[in-house]
């Protein structure tokens, strides 16, 4: 008895997953159909790979390296930035360092609303509009306090007498934090660069209002898409699937680690 | 505060005090954003708490497969807004050749056109599909952070498996719930790309929530002097929901470490 009402949640847990991802998996196998085949919701199709050799050699590969450009870039300014503050913070007895963490950390939680008139107004004086740096620097400065708000709650759980025994051994500050902090939070530096990837590669905000074409990324390309070339969906669907793909990998890489990182240390997965 | 419209440039900056602020509380559009924002606000993060405990219950449990279950329920919270909206517009929901209007057809209904009728519940849907799992996620957190004595003794003392949710799982997880409710509130309130590759805001300002109204205001007609006095308005809510968060946001983090 127990063991049938078991398998039979266990069959229910299976369908819900099913018909949850049911989309992803309609657009991905979309992206393998011919155009005519797109329009029926047809099982049984010849897949074909047309869609993605029309797409990389369109103007498409000119937004997908657009994004991984700014991805890269910003996720490594945030991170070289954001790690020694959040080392700093957690580790040298600053006065008041607790209300500094929050005062960091509550950047991240206003609206982008509120900011985007006066940076639009700033980058159309600088003539930083549509430059892949003013995005970039953009994402950077959004993503520190996300940066120090998680690596601060991996710092926390390195022992303190850790740092003081490497002290003891004649070890500088410079290298505690690079041969012997750095190593110790490797999970905890890896979760936030996936997760920092994830974010700035689905940022569509920021993109939208601060870039045009020459520094547009896949997202901005993804909205605009549809209105520009009619109803290609084939295509669509194949440009969907690339242009969620890296964030997917990473997410799956990173589920472990996920739930803390969201909660910002909140909660320890 | 300045009246400055780009593309009047005839009209010149300048400094008009509260105007602004006068008329769009008077207007009945700022209203009717008001509205939807926290129609679309509430609704989400009601459903995605009920289908997050459910997913988590159903997850927190021992069987095969349940690493890959696991990963194609969070998946839709990966993808990005655009990709979403664009999607589900075409491919989904559109009223004469979507998936949508094909299982219409399949029991011999009409098919709808949601986004022209109920542009706002499609939206509310999206954010629904998108919200769910990252509570499952920290409701699942939650759920394993339970030692298995409680159960244990919960069984024991001849509760059956409703009581042993609802009085014993509930209240032991209610921190994390608090958690994942405010910072997909946070998140929520921000919701733009979905709003703008669905319905852009429309019909009229049916769909149109803060962050997009703003949005319209500003890039579409130009007028910054306006668009920013809403920014300011948003702030400001904004803020009063985030002084709550921070302080019991600060409260449960120094919890955890006494």
């Known amino acids: 008895m127990k063991k049938t009402s078991s398998a039979i949640v266990t069959i229910i847990t299976y369908i819900i997953a099913i018909i949850y991802f049911f989309p992803i998996f309609w657009m991905i196998l979309c992206g393998f159909k011919h155009e005519i085949d797109v329009v029926s919701p047809t099982l049984s199709f010849v897949p074909t790979l047309e869609n993605f050799k029309t797409i990389f050699s369109g103007e498409i590969s000119h937004y997908f390296m657009n994004s991984v450009y700014i991805t890269l870039v910003s996720t490594s300014l945030s991170m070289m930035l954001g790690v020694p503050v959040s080392y700093a913070l957690v580790m040298s007895k600053f006065k008041r360092g607790d209300d500094l963490f929050f005062w960091f950390i509550s950047t991240t939680l206003l609206p982008p609303v509120g900011i985007v008139i006066p940076v639009y107004i700033i980058f159309n004086h600088l003539s930083m509009l549509d430059t892949y740096w003013g995005l970039t620097l953009v994402y950077t400065a959004m993503n520190i306090p996300l940066v120090i708000w998680m690596m601060c709650s991996f710092f926390k759980d390195i022992p303190h007498e850790l740092i003081e025994a490497s002290k003891i051994d004649g070890a500088t500050e410079l290298t505690t934090f690079f041969k012997i902090i750095l190593p110790l939070s490797r999970h905890g530096l890896s979760a936030t660069i996936l997760l920092l990837i994830i974010f700035i590669w689905n940022e569509f905000f920021f993109a939208l209002h601060l870039t045009y074409t020459r520094a547009a990324t896949l997202p901005v390309h993804m909205a605009t898409y549809m209105t520009q070339e009619g109803l290609f969906w084939a295509k669509m669907c194949a440009i969907s699937t690339i242009a969620i793909l890296p964030p997917l990998l990473a997410g799956w890489i990173n589920q472990k680690q996920l739930v803390r990182g969201l909660t910002m240390g909140a909660i320890k997965g | ?258």
């Open chain 2, 1 to 258: 505060m300045i009246r400055w419209i780009i593309v009047r440039p005839d009209l010149s900056k300048k400094f008009i005090g509260l105007q602004y602020y006068k008329r769009i509380f008077t207007s009945s559009e700022f209203w009717l954003v008001f509205q939807n924002t926290i129609v679309l606000t509430i609704i989400s993060l009601v459903v995605c708490l009920i289908l997050g405990i459910l997913f988590a219950l159903l997850l927190n449990r021992q069987f095969t497969g349940v690493s890959i279950v696991r990963t194609l329920l969070i998946s839709p919270f990966f993808l990005m807004d655009s990709v979403i909206g664009v999607f589900w517009r075409n491919v989904m929901l559109n009223p004469s050749f979507g998936l949508l209007c094909y299982l219409c057809k399949f029991f011999g209904l009409t098919p709808p056109d949601m986004l022209a009728k109920t542009p706002l519940f499609v939206i509310i849907i999206l954010v629904i599909w998108k919200w769910t799992p990252f509570f499952m996620l920290v409701l699942l957190a939650g759920l394993q952070s339970i030692p298995g004595e409680v159960l244990e003794a919960a069984v024991v003392d001849g509760a059956n498996a409703w009581n042993k949710t609802v009085y014993v799982i509930l209240p032991m997880i209610m921190k994390y719930i608090t958690i994942s409710l405010m910072l997909s509130l946070i998140f929520i309130l921000k919701t733009f790309g979905l709003v703008f590759t669905t319905t852009h805001g429309g019909p009229g300002f049916a769909s149109t929530n803060f962050p997009y109204y703003v949005y319209r205001i500003a890039f579409l007609g130009w007028n910054v002097g306006k668009s920013s006095t809403i920014a300011v308005v948003i702030i400001i809510i904004s803020l009063v929901i985030i002084l709550v968060l921070f302080k019991s946001l600060r409260k449960t983090i120094t919890e955890k470490e006494v």
